[in-house]
């Protein structure tokens, strides 16, 4: 942790940045396999350089896996499932996703419009939930900053799950958004790059001096 604070480096693609990343401070290491994704990571090249990668958990970064997707995933080494999905996804299909992994595991982000609250039913499902900025065509990376007040009437009202806050941090304005939702894990993706799924080491150091600062005060 980072003062007391948990941080996930997402969009990795190289070991040199992975190890970049938890030299500083990482907690949790995200991998994107979503084929439209600038940052994407075929499977079988994870399998090549996982070896190189450093150890702590890894989270398979996916948007709503087929059947049997998810346990391949474990089988090659991730021990976390970030899962994006539309918010009218069927139950059934979240409910798959949990009795595949184990709820402990899953990861939900789902895409919720303004106005959409994660529902009861989903609760129960995954011991995470990540809230990213909605958009109508993508399934986070966005870059934008999302609904923080949402995020904090979240975290609020449910203390028993676990509430990543992600969507357009970066060194700037992480702090600004600690005090303002409360968080106690930031995800990060492209705030701490020079290009997509390049990460730039200097503002990885400027984003963990920010979580630091922000939790000291």
């Known amino acids: 942790m980072t003062g007391g604070i948990q941080v996930k480096i997402c969009g990795l ?37 996982s070896a190189e990668f450093p150890g702590g958990p890894k989270v398979a ?11 391949a995933l474990r089988d090659a080494g991730f021990g976390l499932f970030q899962v994006h999905f539309r918010h009218d996804t069927p139950l059934a299909s979240i409910e798959g996703w949990s009795n595949e992994v184990g709820a402990d595991a899953l990861w939900l982000a ?71 939702t409360g968080a106690r894990f930031v995800d990060v993706t492209s705030g701490v790059e020079s290009a997509p799924g390049a990460k730039d080491h200097a503002k990885l150091k400027a984003f963990f001096s920010a979580v630091r600062e922000a939790a000291a005060r």
Not at 61 to 71: D, N, S, T, Y
Not at 148 to 177: D, I, Y
């Open 13 to 49: 693609t190289t070991p040199a940045d992975a190890h970049a990343s938890v030299s500083l401070g990482a907690d949790f290491l995200g991998v994107n396999l979503y084929p439209d994704s600038p940052r994407y990571v075929p499977l079988e090249r994870f399998r090549s350089m």
């Open 61 to 71: 970064v996916v948007v709503e896996p087929a059947r049997g997707e998810l346990p």
């Open 110 to 180: 789902p895409k919720l419009p303004p106005g959409v609250d994660v529902p009861p039913d989903w609760l129960g499902l995954a011991g995470s939930f990540l809230l990213d900025t909605f958009d109508k065509a993508l399934f986070g990376g966005t870059g934008r900053t999302g609904d923080w007040p949402k995020f904090r009437r979240h975290m609020q009202a449910h203390p028993g799950r676990t509430w990543v806050l992600s969507g357009g941090l970066k060194p700037s304005n992480v702090g600004e958004a600690i005090a303002g």
